[in-house]
Structure formats: structure tokens, C-alpha cells
């Protein structure tokens, strides 16, 4: 064990996290969401539908890319839960699942400053 100069401190705050830290699951459910939403090409198709919902024509557009590369990704976004899909006639229209992932994507940009 590593000893410091703050010891008693240290192992308060050491167990203080420990009691507070998520199942393995839910680490693990984390982690694969982070995984979901960091590719750079299911980043620009969230940043797309952060306006609003969309079917894959018009998101193919909005990212400049193919259709069958997006409805790849739309696929794995879905898999994820961080896209829903609903039936429209003969189209499929897409949309951010709720308002966390929004909010993901915004803290994120904060964070970095970039502009949104």
C-alpha cells in the first residue's frame, strides 16, 4: 500500500467512493453506452438528429456519407438504446432516444468548447 501525508483523509475518501461506486453491470453498461456514441460517424449522425427526428435519407445528407454506412451505424445506435425508430409508411424515421443523450453530447461540447 502507498503510504501519504493525508492518510486518514485519503482512506475516508478511498471507502467513501468504494460505497459509492456502481455495480460491475452497470460500470459495464456504461462503458459499452461510451463505446456506442464514440465513433466519429454515429457522433455526427447524433449531432444530426439533436434537431430533431429523421429518416436515413436526410441523414445521409446532414453527415455526407452513404446510406448503407449510416443505416450500419443507425443499427448499432439502435442495438444501444441511444436511437429509437418508428415506422412511417415506407420509411423509417430516427430519433435520440431521450434527453440524457442530448445532454451527453452537450457536456460533452461544453467541456471541449466546441461549437454546437
Known amino acids: 500500500m502507498v503510504r501519504c501525508d493525508h492518510e486518514a483523509q485519503h482512506a475516508i475518501a478511498a471507502e467513501r467512493a468504494r460505497a459509492n461506486m456502481p455495480k460491475e453491470?452497470?460500470?459495464e453498461r456504461v462503458a459499452a453506452s461510451f463505446k456506442a456514441i464514440s465513433e466519429p460517424s454515429r457522433l455526427k449522425i447524433l449531432f444530426a438528429l439533436r434537431h430533431g427526428e429523421m429518416c436515413v435519407g436526410h441523414?445521409?445528407?446532414a453527415v455526407g456519407s452513404?446510406?448503407?454506412a449510416v443505416s450500419h451505424q443507425l443499427r448499432i445506435l439502435k442495438s444501444y438504446g441511444v436511437v429509437s425508430a418508428r415506422r412511417?409508411?415506407?420509411n423509417i424515421a430516427y430519433s435520440l432516444a431521450d434527453?440524457?443523450?442530448?445532454?451527453?453530447l452537450e457536456l460533452a461540447?461544453?467541456?471541449?468548447?466546441?461549437r454546437l
Open 59 to 61: 441523414i445521409v445528407e
Open 99 to 104: 434527453e440524457h443523450v442530448v445532454a451527453v
Open 109 to 114: 461540447c461544453a467541456h471541449l468548447k466546441c
Open 66 to 68: 452513404t446510406q448503407s
Open 25 to 27: 453491470e452497470e460500470v
Open 88 to 90: 412511417d409508411g415506407q
